[in-house]
Antibody, heavy 121, light 111 residues
Framework: QVQLQESGPGLVKPSQTLSLTCTVSGDSISSGDYYWNWIRQHPGKGLEWIAYIYYSGNTYYNPSLKSRVSISVDTSKNQFSLKLSSVTAADTAVYYC?????????????WGQGTLVTVSS | QSALTQPASVSGSPGQSITISCTGTSSDVGGYNYVSWYQQHPGKAPKVMIYDVSNRPSGVSNRFSGSKSGNTASLTISGLQAEDEADYYCSSYTSSSTLYVFGTGTKVTVL
């Protein structure tokens, strides 16, 4: 059974950097069969795709966040991470990591439970 | 890239069928067969119900079905049950630089 689990601080001060890690179990990021994604959901709002990373380190970012986002992978720990810099209250959201299908299909088949990150002083 | 347009709410009685629409453009929904649908219960992570317009993942009830016509995709829930009460989001691949776009979300209420 594939499981993803987000971890990281639940409170970040404005202008600082939000850092989250997703630990994957039941699958190997190194298999190369999937993209590994970050998606967020503002309180009471819809979903916003942030970025993905492939096991090789190839990345793709949402242009609206690209200047502030960095995503990395540690295949030895079967983890991937998100960094979002210069955060403001508008970055307060539930952050999900998710496995994304690849190869002439685009959807997210496994999600973490999500972690609420609040930006506040 | 704007979000795909969904009705804010849809309701139905147990046993009835309901349909949720998801309207995009020729750059996303209309241009590719990469529409997926997600069910989200309060406080929970989204769960994929349909992918590639009409495919159901293993374990998803066959009461859920998907289709597409032009720039509008649809999710139909037949034999509505209390457990179907949740928020539903569509998503599509988009040829814009955003890559993935989600819908505005629909709250399904079982009366």
């Amino acid at each position: 059974q594939v499981q993803l689990q987000e971890s990281g601080p639940g409170l970040v001060k404005p202008s600082q950097t939000l850092s989250l890690t997703c630990t994957v179990s039941g699958d190997s990021i190194s298999s190369g069969d999937y993209y590994w994604n970050w998606i967020r959901q503002h309180p009471g709002k819809g979903l916003e795709w942030i970025a993905y990373i492939y096991y090789s380190g190839n990345t793709y970012y949402n242009p609206s966040l690209k200047s502030r986002v960095s995503i990395s992978v540690d295949t030895s720990k079967n983890q991937f991470s998100l960094k979002l810099s210069s955060v403001t209250a508008a970055d307060t959201a539930v952050y999900y990591c998710a496995r994304g299908a690849r190869g002439y299909t685009y959807y997210f088949d496994y999600w973490g439970q999500g972690t609420l990150v609040t930006v506040s002083s | 890239q704007s979000a795909l347009t969904q009705p804010a709410s849809v309701s139905g009685s147990p046993g009835q069928s309901i349909t949720i629409s998801c309207t995009g453009t020729s750059s996303d929904v209309g241009g590719y067969n990469y529409v997926s649908w997600y069910q989200q219960h309060p406080g929970k992570a989204p769960k994929v119900m349909i992918y590639d317009v009409s495919n159901r993942p293993s374990g998803v009830s066959n009461r859920f079905s998907g289709s597409k016509s032009g720039n509008t995709a649809s999710l139909t829930i037949s034999g509505l049950q209390a457990e179907d009460e949740a928020d539903y989001y569509c998503s599509s691949y988009t040829s814009s630089s955003t890559l993935y776009v989600f819908g505005t979300g629909t709250k399904v209420t079982v009366l």
